[in-house]
């Protein structure tokens, strides 16, 4: 089945009378080149299984079907369900499902069809929240290509030291190799957001940095929930001693943001054998 060509957002929208839901946080990408960007770098191919996570009126899912993909397309809003239906129901390539984006269950999707290709517009209000699943399910994935809010954009990529590191930044370069796609401002949306966005790669790291276990995680939040304290304080509540920090070979007078992904593992680690000796 043919696959219809780019349409602007608005005369979708209009033919079906519908508006934006701040429900539901929606602002279309009306930007050809950013969709396009996305799509190429998401590469996907028809052997495979392409999830997308809020795929609104269809605007990217046309996109990836034109290049070839086998899409999943999950949104929470029923009327753009129906819209998608609609306007691209026709193409066999194509599953529509209503879903949470930020609980698509990744796992069982991997088992069915494989490492998934996943890409997205995500909704701003809950890309925390779908950035976990990612993390939490990497082995699920063969790459995702995601669009955020710029801000988050720069924690992703950020390196220690900078005022942008942080436990978002540990979490997701402890799995993933992040790389920057394109930028696009707010204007490039209907309606506009008041922040600038861009899309990012997310290729996962197979051996991971570190691995993404509870005692990691507690670590690193602990850590960075007071990063303005030394290590040897916002730790303490943990129970990470002077004898972990020896063991880590880390000087607990340093502050959360100088650590590598590495090193916070490092002192998990340490942590955990020393508490499991006592």
Known sequence: MTVPDWEDPRRVLGRHGLAPKKKFSQSFLVSRHAVDAIAAAL????????????????????????????????????????????????????????????????????????PIALAGNLPYAITGAILENLCQHRLALSRAVIMVQKEVRDR?????GSKTYGALTVFVQAGFQVDP?????????????????????????????????????????????????TLRNSL?????????????DVDPGRRPETL????????TRAWRAGSSAS
């Open 236 to 248: 303490k509540k943990l129970g990470v001693d002077a004898d972990a920090f020896a063991r880590a």
């Open 43 to 114: 590469a996907p191919t028809p052997d495979e299984q392409t999830v997308e996570l809020g795929p609104g009126l269809g605007t990217l899912t046309g996109a990836l079907l034109r290049r070839g993909a086998n899409v999943l397309a999950i949104d929470a809003d029923p009327e753009m369900i129906e819209v998608l239906q609609a306007e691209l129901g026709h193409v066999e390539a194509l599953r529509v499902e209503r879903g949470d984006a930020a609980n698509v269950d990744l796992e069982a999707l991997r088992r069915a069809h494989g």
């Open 181 to 229: 796609v394109v930028k696009v401002p707010s204007g490039a949306f209907f309606p506009p957001p008041k922040v600038d966005s861009a899309v990012v790669k997310l290729t996962p790291l197979s051996p991971p940095r570190a691995e993404e276990t509870d005692d990691f995680r507690a670590v690193v939040r602990a850590a960075f929930q007071q990063r303005r304290k």
């Open 156 to 160: 992703l990529l950020a390196a220690p």
């Open 260 to 267: 590598s992904v590495e090193e916070l593992a490092a002192l």
